[in-house]
């Protein structure tokens, strides 16, 4: 630009008016072309970035980025093309894979966008794969509603399913906590004893006087253990034996089919301060019971227990704490020594 002014400048005194001034008009002519045409070569060659920016955040799953990247491109060629359009239809349909649509506008896109490119560059040279893809698109485009009423008939369809299904996974939950506070509320229920010997006897469902039919429907924790059938036999006995190292029931002794025994682990656990508090809580209880019982403490076996003997209701109840438990023992009175 510079040296055509130049030129200019320093031809003008030897030329006519009138060929100066048409001289002039075709500099400007010339310059205008050439100003244009470095502005498009600018303009496309930053369109071309954009559609590598476009490639880039299609292969890292961004389809977002990739259709700004592309409308950019479209926006400063002031056209589409082949490339342009493929990526477009591409990104779109990994849009709709990866979400489902929220309206029908993304899938119409889809469906025109294809339709476009598969009746203008079905003769494009080179392009067979590209065109291959987009008609697997147009394909599979089959699955979606095919108008915007049925789409938002089977979205408030969805809509009706999802809102079941999450009052129903609501309701697992809140079986589930109910679950677990009762779980809770029953593993702490035998950490204290009650206040009276006829409220011990329902705190582990024990009563006198039942056959075995009769208690074990009377205690479903015992049945359990029944139908187990580990049984044993020692003298007139017979045992029903549960598993020692778990709490719970562990025995019921009969004699002729007449419950006179029942064992209770009241808890097993390592941890030797958690079951000391509930035998001291217990212990509290059988010296209310019968005052002045003595304590069997042994410091070898590291064991303590209590004794006592209510003869008025003809029953017998030890208390136990060692070898990682507590257990509660409750014996007929009348059945001893037969």
């Known amino acids: 630009m510079a040296l055509q002014f130049l030129f200019f400048c320093y031809f003008w005194d030897s030329l006519k008016p009138p060929l100066a001034l048409f001289n002039m008009k075709r500099l400007l002519f010339v310059f205008f072309i050439l100003l244009l045409s470095y502005s498009s070569f600018s303009q496309s060659l930053v369109a071309k970035l954009k559609y590598e920016d476009a490639e880039t955040a299609y292969q890292q799953g961004d389809y977002v980025t990739t259709i700004s990247k592309l409308n950019d491109a479209e926006t400063l060629l002031k056209s589409s093309n082949p490339r342009i359009l493929y990526l477009r239809i591409m990104a779109l349909y990994k849009q709709l894979e990866s979400e489902p649509p929220q309206d029908f506008i993304g899938i119409e896109k889809v469906r025109q966008f294809s339709t476009q490119y598969l009746a203008k560059y079905e003769t494009l040279p080179n392009n067979e794969d590209k065109f291959r893809d987009i008609y697997k698109v147009s394909e599979a485009m089959n699955k979606y509603p095919a108008t915007a009423e049925e789409f938002f008939k089977i979205a408030g369809e969805k809509a009706v399913e999802k809102v079941k299904e999450m009052e129903r996974l609501a309701n697992l939950r809140r079986a589930e906590e109910e679950r677990r506070i009762a779980a809770k509320l029953e593993e702490e229920r035998l950490d204290k004893p009650a206040e009276t010997l006829q409220g011990l006897f329902e705190q582990f469902k024990f009563k006198l006087g039942l056959t075995l039919e009769e208690f074990t429907t009377y205690n479903p924790e015992a049945k359990d253990m029944v139908n187990l059938k580990k049984t044993s036999?020692?003298?007139?006995?017979?045992?029903?034996?549960?598993?020692?190292?778990?709490?719970?029931?562990?025995?019921?002794?009969?004699?002729d089919n007449k419950v006179i025994g029942y064992k209770y682990i009241i808890a097993y656990s390592k941890d030797a301060l958690y079951l000391e508090n509930i035998y001291n809580s217990?212990?509290?209880?059988?010296?209310?019971?019968?005052?002045?019982?003595?304590?069997?403490?042994?410091?070898?076996?590291?064991?303590?227990?209590?004794?006592?003997?209510?003869?008025?209701e003809n029953i017998f109840i030890?208390?136990?704490?060692?070898?990682?438990?507590?257990?509660?023992?409750?014996?007929?009175?009348?059945?001893?020594?037969?």
Request: net charge positive.
């Open 233 to 255: 036999k020692i003298k007139k006995r017979n045992y029903w034996d549960g598993e020692y190292n778990k709490k719970g029931a562990y025995q019921i002794s009969t004699i």
């Open 282 to 312: 217990y212990k509290d209880l059988f010296f209310k019971l019968k005052p002045g019982v003595t304590e069997d403490i042994s410091e070898k076996y590291k064991t303590r227990s209590l004794t006592i003997i209510l003869q008025n």
């Open 318 to 338: 030890r208390l136990f704490y060692g070898y990682d438990e507590v257990e509660i023992d409750f014996t007929d009175y009348s059945s001893i020594g037969k």
